[in-house]
């Protein structure tokens, strides 16, 4: 019996079946590639917005204001809608024995700090206790370090110290064993652009280096802003009133806002109130 082979017709209809099924799955593919690229530029966009606010709102929390302070009380420097300079704390601790010529010294088992202080770019505060004699109000001695050393141990088995050699040899008698120390560093967090695009940056204002990137990119209209709020609640613009700050990120993505989709913008508002700022 003779072999029978496909119609013409057949493969044609053959043929047209297979594109059919083949254009839809590449329709598929398709749809499903360009979800996954939205879904991680959603994603990216999320956490570099979520990145910028907790590392802006933990730098900020922790800084003193006093109402009608000296400049060493207030920790905040310079304010503007989008950027702000400040003592960032970087540690603190308790001397372990008076000071001895141009160091100090504090035990490394009562210091409280993520890294070592660095000369050049930190400073060390003195607390100065105030007078009731005279009227003073209780401060901070600010003093340059010159170098800083671990090779020595604090007296009285308080264990391994960490000295700071600072310019100073000349010492207020109420410096003893026990003053408060504070380990700052004068830094800046600040909108800023580059190559074209908005970024949150901060850098090391004391050590003088260049900005580095936080989270971005940012919506170029009101990506990085800064609110500053006095004890009740309303804004104001004395450093050393400033009771809280309300902090607000808005990130855009490139590929997704040329898209037009609605995901391409993502705002977060945080608000902080400083620690050792005014209270009502």
């Known amino acids: 019996m003779p072999r029978r082979g496909f119609t013409l017709v057949e493969m044609v209809v053959s043929l047209g079946l297979t594109l059919i099924v083949t254009a839809a799955a590449h329709r598929l593919i398709t749809a499903t590639q360009r979800w996954s690229r939205v879904q991680v530029a959603q994603l990216s966009l999320q956490s570099s917005v979520r990145t910028g606010a907790l590392v802006a709102g933990n730098e900020l929390r922790v800084l003193n204001a006093v109402p009608g302070g000296t400049a060493d009380q207030n920790d905040i420097l310079g ?78 088995g308080l264990g391994p110290g960490i000295t700071l050699t600072t310019g100073s040899s000349t010492w ?23 190559e074209g695009q908005w970024w949150l940056g901060a850098r090391s204002v004391s050590s003088g280096e260049a900005i580095q990137p936080l989270a971005g990119p940012l919506d170029e209209q009101d990506g990085f802003r800064l609110v500053y709020l006095n004890r009740t609640g309303g804004p104001t613009a ?43």
Request: glycine share 12%; with cysteine.
């Open 172 to 194: 207020p008698p109420e410096i003893t064993a026990g003053t408060p120390v504070r380990i700052v560093e004068l830094m800046e967090l600040r909108a800023y652009q580059s």
């Open 79 to 156: 304010m503007a809608p989008n950027g702000i300079v400040y003592r960032a704390s970087r540690g603190a601790g308790f001397l372990c024995q008076p000071p001895a010529g141009s160091q100090l010294r504090f035990a490394r088992n009562g210091f409280s700090g993520f890294r070592d202080p660095q000369p050049g770019r930190d400073l060390v505060y003195l607390f100065q206790p105030g007078s009731s004699e005279d009227g003073a109000e209780d401060g901070w001695l600010p003093l340059a370090i010159t170098a800083v050393g671990t090779g020595t141990a604090c007296p009285a």
């Open 238 to 280: 004395d450093p050393g009133a400033v009771a809280g700050i309300r902090i607000v990120l808005r990130g855009v993505n490139e590929e997704l806002r040329r898209t037009g989709a609605a995901a391409a913008f993502e705002e977060l508002t945080t608000q902080v109130t400083l620690r050792n700022g005014p209270r009502p």
